[in-house]
Nanobody, 129 residues
Framework: QVQLVESGGGSVQAGGSLRLSCAASVYSVSNGCMGWFRQAPGKEREWVATSYLGGGSTYYADSVKGRFTLSQDNRKNTMYLQITSLKPDDNDIYYC??????????????????????WGQGTQITVSS
């Protein structure tokens, strides 16, 4: 069974940076696609970014372009979300998600959370002003 384990959240002052990690327990992150979403209490899950693994396309929500950057380490089966210039509006729980099995084809920017199959447990980012 595929498991995604997130880490890297925490408390930071506005203007600071964090790097979130999402490690996949099985399969390779050199294929398939992985995405990040965020959610505040009482609000819908918001798409942040998607990356086609193996050197494919990367998509970012307009609200995070220029501040959020995806990367991956295939040897560690891990994807990263680097966040800079953090703002109080970034206060959310961040989730990584994936489609990794060969039969789980990826298509488009996958902005709908229902398009992803596997989910991490979430990691909280708290930004103080």
């Amino acid at each position: 069974q595929v498991q995604l384990v997130e880490s890297g959240g925490g408390s930071v002052q506005a203007g600071g940076s964090l790097r979130l990690s999402c490690a996949a327990s099985v399969y390779s992150v050199s294929n398939g696609c992985m995405g990040w979403f965020r959610q505040a209490p009482g609000k819908e899950r918001e798409w942040v970014a998607t990356s086609y693994l193996g050197g494919g396309s990367t998509y970012y929500a307009d609200s995070v372009k220029g501040r959020f950057t995806l990367s991956q380490d295939n040897r560690k089966n891990t994807m990263y979300l680097q966040i800079t210039s953090l703002k109080p509006d970034d206060n959310d729980i961040y989730y990584c998600a994936a489609r990794l099995r060969p039969a789980e084809k990826c298509s488009g920017s996958l902005q709908n959370y229902q398009e992803f199959i596997y989910w991490g447990q979430g990691t909280q980012i708290t930004v103080s002003s």
